[in-house]
């Protein structure tokens, strides 16, 4: 359980949700000094918006927390479910509890749990912070669960790359497969190439931390299989199609898909879903050396397909297509692949919003329903089969890169797309495992992207274990 909660206390602060033509009557039932705090400062209840009431001591006696308007009739209300989650932040330091206006107590509290996130690994001093009294009636559990999953993904992304290699990255997975209970096994180095995983040895060769394959397994064989895949590059400098210093500024974050599935990976088991769960992680560190790979190669994947290196920036998908291939050959319900893949995403639908690829319309429906349902928002894009030209190779079977400027996310899903065939249904999220800029119950920094809205799914889809 995340330590922003506290236990209950006669002298918490309430914390009320007000609407704009709410807060006369709001005023009414707070004590006078702090009505009229709320009066002077002409707190208006935007969407968002926060006011620590002070009493006569100068002490906060009450805090109010802005709704904005009502929608129209018939109008959908876009409001954001972790908006609570600016309470976190905005609250002197002190112990709250939700005293009314909350339409749903246990997501505010989850909000403001996601809001409270600190990555202080590297700093001496601490800050005090507010903490809230867990509402009645919520599920501190999975609450708990939820909050300590997506911070342990914010930890690793936020980790830098001298203190977090493949090894590492490997060693998490190891952590949570000891936590809960399952196999664990990895593949590393040479060894690559004795077990068929070309790709992933090609990637990771030139750096002296050694590439591996990582693979959780956990649950009753006879549930449905359900398989999590994370692209885990601890640091990605482009290779021999070096990065210019600005586009590698923030590549600590190139094992953000790993970092997602971890946590996803993590939900699932704690909440004991009935599913057979397997985790794929493939870890490496792109770097230069006299035996990096080079543009112009080509290497024999796993599936048999001979692959052309278009630039070996796009290392990504490479190491992807041996973990696909390799996830693939059980033939699962499900496999989710996560992956910080391309620009091409981020100029298509910015740094919140991943793209969704999979050819399931129903998995595709329920799932952006999902996201937007707990703040974990994706869109849809297409898998579109004539772009297939653009990876025509004239010396192999494919190229991993398209020849042209155009649709480079598209092109990467359906690059991977070569590599799944037995699968009921595969999905491939573009997430930027990033928050470039605050907002609530998102902290500037790693973030889990979509790992919540799957897990949301999962657990409607498959029901809750014993």
């Not at 209300?77 to 709250?96: C, E, H, Q, S």
């Not at 060894?191 to 009753?220: K, T």
């Not at 699962?332 to 740094?351: H, N, Q, S, Y």
């Amino acid at each position: 359980m995340p330590d922003c909660f506290a236990p209950p206390t006669a002298d918490a602060v309430p914390v009320h949700a007000v609407r704009p033509d709410g807060i006369e009557a709001l005023a009414a039932r707070l004590p006078p000094a702090a009505a009229a705090w709320l009066a002077a400062t002409g707190f208006e209840a935007t969407t968002g918006a926060v006011a620590a009431l002070p009493g006569e001591s100068g002490r906060p006696v009450a805090a109010v927390f802005g709704l904005g308007k009502a929608p129209a009739a018939g109008r959908i209300p876009a409001v954001d479910p972790l908006a609570a989650g600016t309470l976190a932040t905005a609250l002197p330091a002190g112990t709250y509890t939700l005293a009314s206006g909350f339409e749903d107590p246990a997501a505010a509290a989850l909000a403001f749990a996601l809001g409270s996130y600190r990555f202080e690994r590297y700093r001496n001093r601490r800050k005090p912070a507010p903490r809230l009294v867990l509402p009645e009636g919520a599920d501190g559990l999975e609450i708990g669960r939820i909050a300590d999953a997506v911070f342990r993904a914010r930890d690793l992304v936020n980790t830098p790359a001298n203190d977090l290699g493949p090894e590492e990255i490997a060693n998490a997975v190891r952590s949570l497969a000891d936590r809960h209970g399952a196999s664990f096994t990895e593949i590393v180095g040479e060894d690559l190439i004795a077990r068929n995983f070309p790709l992933i040895h090609a990637v990771g060769a030139a750096s002296d931390r050694a590439p591996r394959l990582v693979d959780l397994v956990w649950g009753d064989p006879a549930h449905p299989k359900v398989t999590l895949v994370g692209k885990g590059v601890a640091f990605d400098t482009g290779g021999l199609n070096i990065k210019p210093d600005a586009s590698m500024l923030l590549m600590k974050k190139d094992m953000g898909g790993a970092a997602a599935a971890i946590a996803l990976a993590d939900m699932i088991m704690d909440a004991e879903l009935p599913v057979r769960l397997r985790l794929i992680v493939a870890a490496v560190e792109n770097s230069i050396s006299g035996n990096a790979f080079r543009p112009g190669d080509v290497y024999r994947s796993r599936k048999g397909i001979t692959v052309e290196i278009g630039n070996t920036d796009a290392e990504g998908r490479l190491i992807l297509a041996d973990a696909l291939a390799l996830a693939d050959e059980e033939a699962p319900e499900v496999i989710v692949d996560f992956a910080t893949l391309t620009g091409a995403a981020r100029v298509a639908l910015g740094p919140d919003l991943p793209p969704l690829y999979t050819d399931d319309d129903s998995f595709a429906a329920a799932l952006l329903a999902a996201g937007t349902a707990v703040g974990d928002p994706l869109w849809r894009m297409p898998l579109w089969r004539p772009y297939e030209k653009m990876l025509d190779s004239k010396v192999s079977d494919i190229n991993h890169i398209s020849g042209g400027a155009f649709a480079g996310s598209i092109t990467a899903a359906l690059f991977l797309s070569r590599f799944v065939e037995k699968a009921k249904t595969w999905a491939h999220l573009d997430v930027f495992a990033w928050v470039p800029a605050a907002k609530p119950g998102r902290p500037e920094g790693g973030e889990a992207h979509a790992a919540r809205a799957l897990y949301a799914l999962f657990k409607a889809r498959y029901g809750a274990g014993a």
